[in-house]
């Protein structure tokens, strides 16, 4: 058996806390200037979002709630997860109707068996009769692009909305795709480094869309910690 004595806090076997630098602050190794880096990255990728473009894509979005429209919300991989998130957020926040095809796996995975992963999206809009009051908002890091088949299901879903006169809307990276090109409004996540184009605009997509559902032109009902602290 092991004399071992185990200090306060610590498993026996455990293996010992790495060694910090000179100021305590953890491991001397080079990861914390990576940590350093991306943070900078994130905040030079905040201070070039175009401000107009976001106002533009919140008054958009208050026209179409008011005139009666419903809210579709589009993604593919991590930006499905925040299509997901963000429904919620619109319904309950801002009292619009919203909803993401994704939400839905048996009938998103039996359209991709049966009818193909392009028309998985568009497909799913027709059976909810998407029409001119209606407006798409997508999140994704290319916006889409046809010439080099990426996210054709992004596109086919453009390609019908511009079909029925509903709007287009977004949140994207890179030259915006697709979306870019057909949109009212897009907001372009800037490319601060070519080696997190995809984690930088996956994370700001999250703040956007935060900002959306806490616009004046959008916001209804008060958040729960704030309306906690605010009864105080």
Request: net charge neutral.
């Amino acid at each position: 058996m092991s004399t071992e004595k185990i200090s306060a806090g610590t498993l026996e076997g455990s293996p010992r806390p790495p060694a910090t630098d000179s100021a305590g602050q953890g491991p001397a190794s080079s990861t914390r200037s990576f940590v350093d880096l991306f943070l900078q990255e994130t905040l030079k990728a905040v201070k070039e979002i175009d401000a107009a473009s976001v106002d533009a894509l919140a008054l958009g979005l208050g026209r179409v709630r008011d005139g009666g429209g419903r809210l579709f919300i589009l993604g593919v991989g991590g930006s499905a997860g925040h299509a997901s998130h963000a429904v919620n957020d619109f319904r309950k926040i801002c009292g619009f109707e919203a909803y993401a095809p994704t939400d839905n796996v048996s009938e998103l995975t039996a359209r991709v068996n049966d009818e193909g992963w392009d028309t998985s999206f568009s497909e799913w809009l027709k059976v909810s009769r998407l029409d001119k009051r209606d407006a798409l908002l997508i999140f994704s890091v290319g916006g889409g692009n046809k010439e080099k088949n990426v996210s054709m299901n992004l596109v086919r879903a453009i390609d019908l909305a511009r079909e029925r006169g509903a709007a287009v809307f977004g949140v994207v990276g890179k030259d915006g795709g697709a979306t870019k090109t057909a949109a009212e409004a897009c907001v372009i996540i800037p490319t601060v480094s070519p080696d997190r184009i995809t984690p930088h605009t996956e994370g700001l997509c999250a703040v956007i869309w935060h900002l959306l559902v806490s616009h004046p032109s959008l916001k209804k009902s008060a958040t729960k910690w704030e309306s906690t602290e605010s009864a105080r």
